[in-house]
């Protein structure tokens, strides 16, 4: 895995620190506001999960509490969408386990 992911030249990434075990923390999901709405921060989370479950890795991320444009509970539905999946006990972490390919037969 790659500690920084950018499409776009540089419209939409995705910025992981990755330890020597353990799962990769993804730090910072960024798409530039005039970027926004086009599915290029959807497309760079894509390329880390497909990285991640590649490599058996999980990744890990709390979700703030939101800004102006996005709350935290749309944050949180965002990336419930890409099987991330509350920690039990906390309120703003979530935790994504690599998914097995399945080879077509």
């Keep these: 895995m790659k500690h920084t ?6 419209r939409a990434s995705v910025d992981l620190v990755i330890g ?3 799962p ?3 730090s910072r999901v960024i798409v530039r506001p005039s970027a926004r709405g ?3 921060g959807c ?4 390329a880390v999960l497909d990285d991640a479950d ?3 890795v999980p990744l890990i991320l709390e979700v703030d509490d939101g800004s102006a444009e996005f ?3 749309a944050l949180t539905d965002w990336y419930s969408r890409y099987g991330f999946e509350p920690v039990p006990g906390s309120d703003q972490t979530m935790i994504r386990h690599p998914r097995k390919s399945i080879d077509p037969v």
């Design 24 to 26: 990769a923390i993804v």
């Design 5 to 10: 992911y950018a499409l776009h030249d540089g």
């Design 71 to 73: 709350s935290g509970a």
């Design 20 to 22: 020597l075990e353990g």
């Design 43 to 46: 497309e760079v989370l894509r």
């Design 38 to 40: 086009q599915g290029w």
């Design 54 to 56: 590649r490599e058996g």
